[in-house]
């Protein structure tokens, strides 16, 4: 049986124009020692512009650094030194760290004059694990996440949170270190530290400081290389100020929320996608009951 010819790359016109500097800051150095251009990212989707873009140890390189799907596109030598030395000339670089992961990459922080900040890595280190958990709380509350990912692979942990929708990866944890972070977590959903092959269920709130607080509904779930969890992130000072009123533009609507609510009995559904305002919803028709009864 003849053997399958090597996959062939048409080469592409490229420019510093094309590259997305974003991500360019965070993997200058590998992109000069795999020779790769990123041209676009977006959740878990990385496209790449190689020079020798047929180099499979070199994808499998760029997939186990970011853990996101390559695709892949060739250039020329020359198109890549261009652009690489504009990229590095003082005045047309790589932005600073502060611009990381702004609104252009689906990441829109909450009320906070703190600018965004994408963590580079996690030292477990200099850090306790329980630091390292607040500090991954902090960053989801700040970027608006509706959820944040932990998921143990075979020689990794995999970070990611969830932003309208869209996962956003994160640099990943050490395999070694994988286990005391979710004990940590554990601990402060007050979950036994000891299971470790069966589904848990916790709720914890992590002060964040000036009077910010992210309440957490934790699930964790046993897979085939550990365990994975998913925590609910929730504001629950911006979910008490939205139970003043229905959250309803639609006169019609909010005749009919105010009439369901009026009932002696009955039950009510709140159904939708994640991030679609079930939880504002359900606070908001708490809210109301609660004055109809004070």
Do not use: N
Request: charged residues 25%; glycine residues 6%.
């Amino acid at each position: 049986m003849a053997s399958e010819a090597p996959h062939e790359f048409a080469l592409v016109p490229f420019s510093a124009e094309d590259v997305d500097r974003l991500v360019y800051a965070v993997l200058r150095p590998e992109c000069r020692r795999l020779r790769f251009l990123p041209a676009f990212c977006h959740g878990i989707l990385l496209e790449v512009a190689m020079v020798a873009p047929a180099d499979e140890a070199a994808v499998r390189a760029i997939r186990r650094m970011t853990h996101q799907e390559v695709r892949r596109f060739g250039i020329s030598e020359e198109d890549f030194d261009r652009a690489v030395a504009i990229l590095e000339a003082p005045d047309g670089g790589a932005p600073t760290e502060s611009g990381l992961f702004s609104s252009t990459h689906g990441l829109e922080a909450r009320a906070t004059d703190e600018p965004l900040q994408r963590p580079e890595s996690w030292d477990f280190h200099r850090r306790s694990a329980r630091e390292i958990a607040v500090e991954l709380v902090r960053f989801a509350f700040a970027a608006g996440a509706s959820d944040l990912l932990l998921d143990e692979q075979e020689e990794w942990m995999d970070v990611a949170i969830k932003v309208g929708g869209q996962k956003e990866i994160l640099p990943p944890v050490e395999r070694a270190c994988s286990a005391i972070l979710l004990k940590a977590f554990k601990e402060i959903a007050g979950l036994p530290t000891q299971a470790v092959t069966t589904w848990q269920s916790g709720a914890a709130s992590v002060p964040l400081g000036e009077g910010r607080q992210a309440d957490l509904r934790i699930e964790i779930t046993p897979t085939i290389h550990g365990q994975s969890l998913v925590a609910r992130v929730q504001d629950r000072k911006l979910q008490l100020s939205r139970m003043d009123s229905l959250p309803f533009t639609s006169r019609r609507h909010r005749r009919l929320a105010e009439a369901c609510l009026r009932q002696s009995q009955g039950l009510i559904v709140a159904t939708g996608p994640t991030g679609q305002g079930k939880t504002t919803t359900l606070y908001a028709c708490l809210g109301q009951l609660d004055r109809r009864c004070s």
